[in-house]
Nanobody
Framework: QVQLVESGGGLVQPGGSLRLSCAAS????????MSWYRQAPGKERELVAS????????NYADSVKGRFTISRDNAKRTVYLQMNSLEPEDTAVYYC????????????WGKGALVTVSS
C-alpha cells in the first residue's frame, strides 16, 4: 500500500522556523521526484518546492526562495521541507507529492500537515 505521511506541522511565530517531513512507503522512493504543495482555505493549491529523484536538482516558488529548502534522504525514504523566516502568508496545509516525470498519471499524495504562522 502506497503511503505518504507528513509530520512536523504546528504553530510557529512570524520569523520562526519549522521542518516538515514526509515519510514514504509502498513504492520505489528513489525512482520518484518529490514536491511540496500548500493550500490555504479559499485559495488554489500551489507548488512550493520540488526535488528530483536523486536530489540533484531543486526548484522553488518565488515566494519562498531563500527561505525554504527541500531535501531528501533516499535511505530513510523521507523528503523534508525546512522553512525559515516564516510569515503569516505561509499559513496553509502542506502536502507531499510523489511523481514520475516519465508518466504524468503516476502520482501519490499525502493527507497534509497544517502550518500556522501567528503571534
Amino acid at each position: 500500500q502506497v503511503q505518504l505521511v507528513e509530520s512536523g506541522g504546528g504553530l510557529v511565530q512570524p520569523g520562526g522556523s519549522l521542518r516538515l517531513s514526509c515519510a514514504a512507503s509502498g513504492f520505489i522512493f528513489s525512482a520518484y521526484d518529490m514536491s511540496w504543495y500548500r493550500q490555504a482555505p479559499g485559495k488554489e493549491r500551489e507548488l512550493v518546492a520540488s526535488i528530483t529523484s536523486t536530489g540533484g536538482s531543486t526548484n522553488y516558488a518565488d515566494s519562498v526562495k531563500g527561505r525554504f529548502t527541500i531535501s531528501r534522504d533516499n535511505a530513510k525514504r523521507t523528503v523534508y521541507l525546512q522553512m525559515n523566516s516564516l510569515e503569516p502568508e505561509d499559513t496553509a496545509v502542506y502536502y507531499c507529492k510523489a511523481y514520475l516525470r516519465s508518466s504524468n498519471a503516476l502520482q501519490y499524495w499525502g493527507k497534509g500537515a497544517l502550518v500556522t504562522v501567528s503571534s
